[in-house]
């Protein structure tokens, strides 16, 4: 049972533009959710957050949105650049655990 | 460079033998948090471990044990090693206790590959 979707694989951007990746979630308890990036033959870092009493957490090129009603939040990057080229993973907190996206490859073509 | 370190980078083995991963937290990280990432997957947590006690368990299996020591480094014990317990292997550490609001720092990870 996967509490937390990330339906598209992968994305592929132009450079400059916005990308924007998408995740769903089904447990309304969860009360604190995380974006963290992923380049290769390295771990996670943590990029953004946001609370569940929040909409809209805002860091540079980075903007989360949370819709609780639909259960869905998304990651906006503007403009995207060649070094945000990478697996991008959402995470919700429930408790003491994070559940995990299975991630979104982002390319960002020049 | 996240400042938590993980040995060994790589690990291949055989079906039923035994495998200890070892991880280093951050330099006053009380918090180790062990995930599995297998292939195309999202991270499956693990355990959590805070200052030296078990703080709570995820979709561990029973032939897996872990335990934090009193330098506060964590080390996780996999045995009867099955093809399926192939995957990246991530420890990660945080300041403090709660995961809503403290950020997790991970290591590169170790790639474990069962023959």
């Known amino acids: 049972d996967q509490q937390v979707k990330q339906n598209s694989p992968s994305l592929s951007v132009q450079e400059g533009r916005i990308s924007i990746l998408n995740c769903d979630y089904t447990n309304s308890m969860f009360d604190y959710f995380l974006w963290y990036k992923k380049y290769p033959a390295e771990g996670p870092t943590f990029l953004i957050s946001?609370?569940?009493i929040k909409d809209k957490n805002e860091d540079g090129r980075f903007t989360v949105f949370l819709n609780k009603s639909a259960k869905h939040l998304s990651l906006h990057i503007v403009p995207s650049q060649p070094g945000d080229s990478a697996v991008y993973f959402c995470a919700a907190s429930a408790g003491y655990q994070l559940i995990w996206g299975a991630g979104t490859k982002l390319i960002i073509k020049p | 460079d996240s400042g938590v370190t993980q040995t060994p980078k790589h690990l291949i083995t055989a079906t039923g033998q035994r495998v200890t991963l070892r991880c280093s937290p951050r330099s006053g990280d009380l918090s180790v948090y062990w995930y599995q990432q297998s292939l195309d997957q999202g991270l499956q947590f693990l355990i959590h471990y805070y200052n030296g006690e078990e703080r709570a368990k995820g979709n561990i299996l029973e032939r897996f044990s872990a335990q934090q020591f009193p330098d506060l480094h964590s080390e996780l014990n996999l045995s009867s090693l099955e093809l399926g317990d192939s995957a990246l292997y991530f420890c990660?550490?945080?300041?403090?206790?709660?995961?809503?609001?403290?950020?997790?720092?991970f290591g590169p990870g170790t790639r474990l590959t069962v023959l």
């Open positions: 990660a550490s945080s300041v403090r206790l709660a995961t809503s609001t403290d950020t997790q720092y």
């Open positions: 946001i609370s569940s």
